[in-house]
């Protein structure tokens, strides 16, 4: 029988692992636009752990590994910016991406009281693009940064938190 995966409140001890497997998870974008020095390849330890302090983060475990994370922000009008999306490359495809995110909004609609939630990524990121649409994310607009690379911001509106149900008895 093996392991499953669980999702969880990120630790401050788990800053080096997310900084590794951000580090393996963003190789093929940085191969996709031909630019090796994007800013979670060249992230510090030091700035990272300063990130996950400020917002909501989370990792999926196996076991003891960290085989996935996402983190927010939310900002004073209620939208969140969600990133640093990333599922070990062995674990793709599996639907932890989207579990991922789900949980996410879940957590900053409810804790973090987010009206919205906006994406960030690159134009060639297909499968980015495809998760995110299917969703229910938008195309809300678009920003050219470099010849290779123009990033594409995506929004949708939060669900507020389902209230508790109530069973009438007779």
């Known amino acids: 029988m093996g392991m499953s995966v669980t999702i969880s409140a990120a630790a401050g001890t788990d800053a080096e692992q997310i900084l590794k497997l951000q580090y393996l998870c963003y190789q093929s974008e940085a191969e996709l636009y031909g630019d090796y020095s994007i800013e979670p390849l060249t992230q510090t330890l030091d ?27 939310v900002d004073g009008e209620g939208t969140a910016l969600i990133t640093g999306l990333i599922v070990h490359p062995r674990m793709r495809r599996h639907g932890l991406g989207g579990r991922l995110l789900a949980t996410i909004e879940e957590r900053l609609a409810g804790e973090w009281s987010a009206k919205r939630y906006r994406l960030v990524t690159g134009q060639r990121s297909e499968v980015s693009l495809r998760l995110y649409r299917n969703r229910g ?14 990033l594409v911001t995506l929004e949708k509106e939060a669900v507020p938190a389902a209230a508790p149900a109530f069973v009438a008895s007779a």
């Open 47 to 73: 700035d990272l752990r300063a990130e996950l302090g400020g917002g909501c983060v989370l990792v999926a475990r196996l076991g003891e590994e960290v085989v996935a994370s996402v983190r927010a922000t």
């Open 137 to 150: 994310y938008e195309r809300t607009g678009t920003e050219p940064v470099t010849r290779a690379l123009t």
